[in-house]
């Protein structure tokens, strides 16, 4: 038998020349199902006004990130039940750090120049992915093969890292986790992007990017490396050995 | 539309001192924050008084008859203990940043914490 829950889900709203304010939707909901099916729900049945991203709607295309209760969550991978309980409230917010656009939906221009600004990959070699067990030889041929990046672009960690919200100009985890990608040996124009007061040096280590990236992309050590990388290039420049 | 409540601001620093729900590691990001402003505070403090010495040994001496005040005391066992927690918080920071124990970080920073709350309360026992 299918188990049923009833909810209040409060979702932010502030469409142009409105003050931000919570609407509240009281609904039946499995516990089973998504918090964006709960969105979508008081889309459907309650308010068609209520404005908000998605797609594919299993965690590829990055585009229905919110904060659930606080935290920043994919909402159609988060099931109700790992963060709500029957009777309870369920808070939806939009990305912080972000313009609002409307309601959920943020406006993500600046976030994907960044990553631009990076030359992010969207597809790499699988020779080249951090994937689990590899060979311990590739064959000459595995290297036609690619693979989509972990990087879903979906902003969670730019939302919930605490320099990110003090400083506009950083470049923030996700974009430095793709120029770690990259690599400053196969792209040494890229250290003059990171290398540099909002880059690799303007993180402190708060690794809530890390706790927070549904696609175990996992920026902070990613951008740990990444200084790795640049103090190995500046020896290099230093010792004229670039 | 009023945007720009959402968006990045120096004005939001208020925001790295509210971990609530959020992982050990902006918990570990407020304390550096928070006692790293407590003993910036301090050292101004520490040069003010420093400049009594320049009015001569009587204003000094006056305000060392302070230190046995109750408060005082207290205030100085607030810049160890942050002292102590912001040095070996920082000690991690600096170990994680060049790739030693990233993926260790949260056992680190409760390791370098259970470390600090000895080395207070030994602090502790020796002033009072």
Known sequence: ?????????????????EAPHFDSFQMEVNPDEYVLDA?????????????????????????????????????CITLIRDVARDGATLKVEPL????????????????YRKMER?????????TEAEIENPPAQWDAEDS??????????????????????????????APLAAAQDNGIKRKPELLSVVDCEDGVWRCHSAFECTAVCPSFVDPARRIMDLRKQVVGARLRNLFGKA | MDSTRNQPSARRFWSWFIPLRRDIGSWAFALNRATAIGLTIYLFLHLIILGKLAQGP???????????NPL????????????????????????????????????????FMAIAVVVILIFTARMY
């Open chain 1, 144 to 173: 036609q093969y690619i693979r989509l990046s972990d990087c879903i672009e979906c902003g969670l960690c730019i939302s919930a890292c605490p320099v990110m919200a003090t400083t506009p100009e950083y470049l923030g985890p």
């Open chain 1, 39 to 75: 969105v979508e729900r008081a889309w459907a049945f309650h308010d068609r006004t209520i404005c908000f991203r998605h797609a594919c709607h299993h965690s590829t295309c990055g585009a229905c990130g919110m904060r659930v209760n606080g935290l920043e969550k994919l909402t």
């Open chain 2, 72 to 111: 005082i005391k207290f205030g100085e066992w607030l810049v160890v203990a942050a002292a102590i927690l912001h040095g070996l918080n920082g000690i991690r920071v600096v170990l994680t940043s060049f790739g030693v124990g990233v993926t260790r970080q949260k056992q680190l920073f409760f390791g």
């Open chain 1, 118 to 126: 990076v030359e992010a990959r969207a597809v790499l070699p699988v």
């Open chain 1, 96 to 111: 912080r750090n972000f313009p609002i656009v409307s309601d959920l939906t943020v406006d993500m221009g600046a976030f």
């Open chain 2, 58 to 68: 009587g204003a000094y001496d006056q305000f060392l008859a302070l230190t046995e």
């Open chain 1, 1 to 17: 038998m299918t188990e049923t829950w009833n909810i209040t889900l409060r979702v932010s709203r502030q469409k142009q020349n």
